[in-house]
């Protein structure tokens, strides 16, 4: 394994971990919850979409007439990743987008899908991120998590593009939650079957084979240059902090919900 990349692997250690036993995870009780944590973390599936269409476009040549361009080690690393995530196969076999698979778990489980379709929809019209937000009343902890994406993209650079791509977007799953939805299947499979096989298509796919290639893109995108790895390591630790972020977000709203059940 590269030495840099060990080394960033160690920085954000601390902040991977408090991820992955962050509260929210015990306060997922029941299928309600689920919704909540779902309408929050759509947006971060999102995101991430456009964040790998902003490295194949900087990675390859996406207009015409086409020319080389970069290395064909960089486009073969994030074509790759483009295929399995922009068009992976759901439990039936067909093509979809793993947004689009999210999508159809949230409908599944009953979860309102109508704030980010408003979104997107406003946003593919209007152009204008603040307009989209304030219309489809997207949850504050989601805009601020999508606005620090984009503002990344924004910077043209895809060695930052790659290092939170690669690290700082790793949606890790801990076996608590894990198990959590293992037991609402296990009540209610026609309900919750699509969001378990997203789970589990995820850890099979983006864990493994999309992580040692993102790993690989990082690494030559970065190269010798004593800057960009700091400058990466900066960005993704800003990355996961954003991540913690929407998670106490998405806590906050579990326990105001609870509060109103009870006092209900």
Known sequence: MNKRIEHLKQAIEPLRQE???????????????LRIFMEHHVFAVWDFMSLLKTLQN???CTSVPWFPKGSADTRFLINEIVVGEESDIDQNGERKSHFELYLEAMEQCGANTEVIKSFTSILKQSGSFDEAYQ???VPDAA???VDFTFDIIRTNKPYLQSAIFTFGREDLIP?????????MHNDAPEEISI????LERHIEVDGDHHSNLALEMT???CGDNDLYWQEAEQATLKSLQQRIQLWNGVYQSLLEKKILVQVG
Do not use: P
Request: without cysteine.
């Open 19 to 33: 991820i992955i036993n962050h509260k929210v995870y015990s306060v997922i009780e029941d299928q309600e919850d």
């Open 58 to 60: 900087n990675l390859t």
């Open 135 to 137: 219309a489809a009343a």
């Open 143 to 145: 805009r601020h998590f």
């Open 175 to 183: 076996g608590m939650f894990m198990s959590i939805i293992n037991d």
């Open 195 to 198: 969001f378990k096989y997203y």
């Open 219 to 221: 690494a030559q995108l």
